[in-house]
């Protein structure tokens, strides 16, 4: 059996995820571990309803206001794009992989990153069941590449970016879960493509 390894503290994370965290009192766990960096302010914005192809034409007037929470950001590398910076120090207090940090629930300050702020809401779900289905059928057309899914919008073919601004997935989520919020095909939404649209959401709050 493996033991769960101790949490690290916060003098023991990199520099630089470090240096952007200031804490509001001195006790660690109490304290709300401020964000200092990048962070993406409150906005409210429509939100769409699923609805079926043949109620397409209502798809513009169904839906409800949604108030999107201010949420900190930080660059990873891997991944080539922003993610949540409390999903980022949640990952490396409780050295687990990013991909494998649960949903959590948020502290009430906007700007908290404390992992101990957070409530674990279970595994997020597997956003992509198709993938595997797509990799089999590869496997049958050796040498060629796959075909690229043709994304059906409202009411014309509209890009992933075009997509995503109609529908405008919260910032904080992974790509997986933007497209399957947006229904798009997996590997539809590139990380140059989400970068374009945390760029254009930012500056279109309304």
């Not at 571990?33 to 769409?48: I, L, Q, V």
């Not at 007037?61 to 949640?90: D, E, F, H, I, Q």
């Not at 990153?113 to 059928?137: E, S």
């Amino acid at each position: 059996m493996t033991d769960t390894p101790t949490p690290l503290s916060l003098t023991e994370l990199p520099t630089r995820i470090r240096n952007k965290i200031r804490l509001d009192h001195e006790n660690e766990r109490e304290a709300c571990w401020e964000w200092t960096g990048s962070f993406r302010a409150p906005t409210r914005y429509h939100k769409e309803y699923p609805v079926k192809e043949d109620t397409s034409r209502f798809r513009h007037t169904t839906g409800c206001m949604v108030n999107a929470r201010g949420t900190p950001t930080v660059w990873v590398s891997a991944l080539g794009y922003p993610v949540a910076a409390y999903r980022v120090v949640y990952g490396l207090v409780h050295g687990i992989d990013l991909k494998a940090v649960p949903k959590l629930g948020r502290c009430h300050n906007d700007r908290c990153v404390n992992p101990h702020h957070t409530q674990d809401m279970g595994a997020v779900p597997d956003t992509r069941p198709l993938l595997g289905a797509m990799r089999v059928l590869e496997q049958f057309t050796p040498g060629e590449p796959h075909p690229q899914p043709q994304l059906v919008g409202d009411p014309n073919v509209e890009t992933p970016l075009e997509t995503l601004q109609r529908v405008r997935p919260a910032a904080e989520q992974t790509i997986e879960s933007a497209e399957d919020e947006c229904e798009l095909p997996p590997g539809s939404v590139t990380p140059d493509t989400w970068a374009a649209y945390l760029a254009w959401d930012e500056a279109n709050p309304d």
